[in-house]
C-alpha cells in the first residue's frame, strides 16, 4: 500500500497570504495525485487532479505541482473561504490512499 | 443536477451486518466507475472500495477485504455497499463517490452515517 504524508499537520495563515502544502508518497504515483478540500459538516470537493490540472469551478488561486513522489498545493491568496482541510490522494494503485490532511486555519 | 444520495446508515451491533445504498441522478450511471471512502468521527479520508462501470472490477481496502462487498445496479442507477462482521472500527461517514475518468473523484454524496456500538 502507498502511504501519503502530507505535512504540515496545520498551517497558520493570514489572509492574503500564500499558502504552501506538502505531499509525499511512498512510491511514484506518476501524477495521478489529486487533492480534495473539506469543510466542517461538509463532503470533500475535488481541487486538482492529474497533480496540476484544476477541477471545474475552482479558482485560479489553487494550482498544483509535482510528479513521482513529492507534491505541492499553492493557494495563492488565501481567502476566508479557503479555511478548511485539505486532503492529498493517489489513484495509481490500488488500494487508493488519501494523506492523513492538512488543516489550514486563520493566523 | 449532478447528485448522489446514500442511504441505510444507523447504529448497528459488533458482528451484525449493515446495507447502504446510493441513488445517482443527472448522470449516466453506468458509464462511472463508483467508490466508497469512509471518515471515522474527527478522523481524515479512507477509501473504501471501487467498482467498475460494469460491475466485473472490484477492489477493497486491506481494513474491509473479506467483510465488505461492493455492487452496483446499473439499471436502477444504484450503488451498494454490504458490510459484514462490523466493527466499531467501521464507525464512520460513508460517502459514495463517483470516479472521473482517469481516478480522481469528482463527485461526492452527503454521506450517511453508520454507528457500530453494543
Known amino acids: 500500500e502507498i502511504v501519503m504524508t502530507q505535512s504540515p499537520a496545520t498551517l497558520s495563515v493570514s489572509p492574503g497570504e500564500r499558502a504552501t502544502l506538502s505531499c509525499r508518497a511512498s512510491q511514484s504515483v506518476s501524477s495521478n495525485l489529486a487533492w480534495y478540500q473539506q469543510k466542517p459538516g461538509q463532503a470533500p470537493r475535488l481541487l486538482i487532479y492529474?497533480?496540476?490540472t484544476r477541477a471545474t469551478g475552482i479558482p485560479a488561486r489553487f494550482s498544483g505541482s509535482g510528479s513521482g513522489t513529492e507534491f505541492t498545493l499553492t493557494i495563492s491568496s488565501l481567502q476566508s473561504e479557503d479555511f478548511a482541510i485539505y486532503y492529498c490522494?493517489?489513484?495509481?494503485?490500488?488500494?487508493?490512499?488519501f494523506g492523513q490532511g492538512t488543516k489550514v486555519e486563520i493566523k | 443536477q449532478v447528485q448522489l444520495v446514500e442511504s441505510g446508515g444507523g447504529v448497528v451491533q459488533p458482528g451484525r451486518s449493515l446495507r447502504l445504498s446510493c441513488a445517482a441522478s443527472?448522470?449516466?450511471?453506468?458509464?462511472?466507475?463508483m467508490h466508497w471512502v469512509r471518515q471515522a468521527p474527527g478522523k481524515g479520508l479512507e477509501w473504501v472500495a471501487h467498482?467498475?462501470?460494469?460491475?466485473?472490477?472490484?477492489h477493497y481496502a486491506d481494513s474491509v477485504t473479506g467483510r465488505v462487498t461492493i455492487s452496483r445496479d446499473n439499471s436502477n442507477n444504484r450503488l451498494f455497499l454490504q458490510m459484514n462482521g462490523l466493527m466499531t472500527d467501521d464507525t464512520a461517514v460513508y460517502y459514495c463517490v463517483r470516479e472521473r475518468e482517469g481516478g480522481p473523484l469528482d463527485v461526492w454524496g452527503k454521506g450517511t452515517l453508520v454507528t457500530v456500538s453494543s
Open positions: 443527472g448522470f449516466t450511471f453506468s458509464s462511472y466507475g
Open positions: 490522494q493517489q489513484y495509481n494503485n490500488w488500494p487508493w490512499t
Open positions: 467498482i467498475s462501470r460494469d460491475g466485473r472490477s472490484t
Open positions: 492529474g497533480a496540476s
